[in-house]
């Protein structure tokens, strides 16, 4: 069957990178897959064995999601979003899907659901209409106001055959972030983690006995790189390696090593071989993103995580809090980030017993590939 992933990331890459592992796991089980990409090109992304198709791209102004920016740095207008639409509604008709899954619409991406909106319309309106499902992580951003829900859930009810919601129901449910009625939990297919597999332990055993740092792209983790440095002061008997990431990530690198001086850090760009560095280090400290948080809980890292919590943002604290009950897992918010309290979490986490993650579903991919061969079988 034709498989049509749609996704527009508008701040860090995760939602694409997620969407192009569910992209594999169709093309591994010998569909055609095309993504539809919305955001800005992200080339480090491997979408091998699949169509990667690049609308007009689209970024926020940084967390101010209702604010979208051209990859000039200007403001999106009326033709650029016309311009945009009518290029998605293109490929839906040249590609001709059996199966069309939309990433976090109708629950978010509420700035382009003129857009999403059209292309569910024009897929039901078909003769033959394909498969149509949402695909969700585990935790959503609340909606601000109950009318927003109840247009989610009319949308889903009237477009939507399904939602995925990418996690595991023992570890995290839709409830934890989203009202479901019981209208809506009808719809619900929970299909486990969507992850990679289990990267294993480094060939090379690189990583061993470190407490590992990282921190995403850009700006917004130089407040955990500079509290890691004044931390390592402290524990000297660990070697730190912190890991940056983003277009300028070789110059911030060589500043923040300038900034350790004769700590035991080694600072260096973000490296591919990450998940398995975290298999035999010390500890790992790191935002709570949805692929970070399941690259901890694959590896059983003893974790420090400090949510992204800038402008609205709730959905990374809202997964620490569900994690933090979890040996080998503590959480230090943002306001309360200093050397003292990161070297307390990871003595804390360092001393816990070993955690085991052998329970949870991480086989969220191969799963969403059964649910979807499962209805565009009853079609």
């Not at 978010?108 to 319309?121: A, H, P, T, Y």
């Not at 332990?201 to 850009?218: L, M, N, T, Y």
């Not at 890691?228 to 940056?244: G, H």
Request: hydrophobic fraction near 40%.
């Amino acid at each position: 069957m034709k498989v049509m992933i749609v996704v527009t990331h508008l701040l860090g890459t995760g939602h694409l990178s997620r969407a192009l592992t569910l992209g594999r796991a169709f093309a591994s089980a010998g569909h055609r897959v095309c993504v539809v990409s919305g955001g800005m090109p992200a080339p480090q992304l491997d979408h091998t064995g699949m169509d990667l198709c690049q609308l007009p791209p689209l970024r926020s102004d940084g967390v101010d999601f209702t604010r979208l920016l051209t990859d000039d740095g200007t403001p999106a207008d009326a033709s650029f979003f016309a311009a945009r639409q009518a290029a998605l509604l293109e490929e839906f008709r040249g590609f001709c899907p059996d199966v069309l899954i939309t990433e976090l619409y109708p629950f978010g991406r509420r700035s382009l659901k003129e857009e999403f909106l059209s292309l569910v319309q024009t897929a039901k309106a078909k003769q033959v209409p394909p498969v149509v499902l949402s695909s969700i992580r585990d935790i959503l951003a609340p909606p601000s106001k109950p009318a927003k829900a109840e247009e989610a859930e009319e949308v889903v009810e009237r477009y939507f055959d399904s939602v995925l919601v990418h996690s595991d129901p023992s570890a995290t449910r839709l409830e934890v972030s989203w009202p479901v009625t019981p209208q809506l939990a009808g719809k619900l297919r929970y299909t486990g983690y969507v992850a990679p597999p289990a990267a294993g332990r480094h060939p090379a055993d690189e990583g061993k006995g470190e407490i590992i740092v990282s921190a995403g792209g850009g700006p917004v983790g130089q407040p955990i790189f500079h509290a890691a440095i004044e931390t390592a002061r402290k524990m000297t008997n660990r070697r730190w390696r912190l890991l940056v990431g983003g277009a300028d990530a070789s110059a911030r690198a060589n500043e923040l090593q300038a900034l350790a001086g004769h700590a035991p850090v080694l600072v260096e760009p973000a490296r591919p071989d990450y998940r398995a560095l975290l298999y035999q280090a010390a500890a790992s400290v790191s935002m709570c993103g949805y692929n970070t948080a399941l690259d901890l809980m694959q590896a059983g890292t003893p974790s420090v995580i400090v949510p992204f919590d800038d402008g609205k943002e709730v959905e990374q604290g809202l997964r620490a809090r569900a994690l933090s009950g979890i040996p080998g897992f503590a959480v230090v918010e943002s306001v309360d980030l200093t050397a003292e309290n990161m070297e307390r979490a990871l003595l804390k986490v360092m001393r816990d017993p070993p955690r085991d993650s052998g329970g949870l579903q991480f086989n969220g991919a191969a799963e969403s590939v059964r649910i979807a061969e499962e209805l565009e079988a009853l079609r």
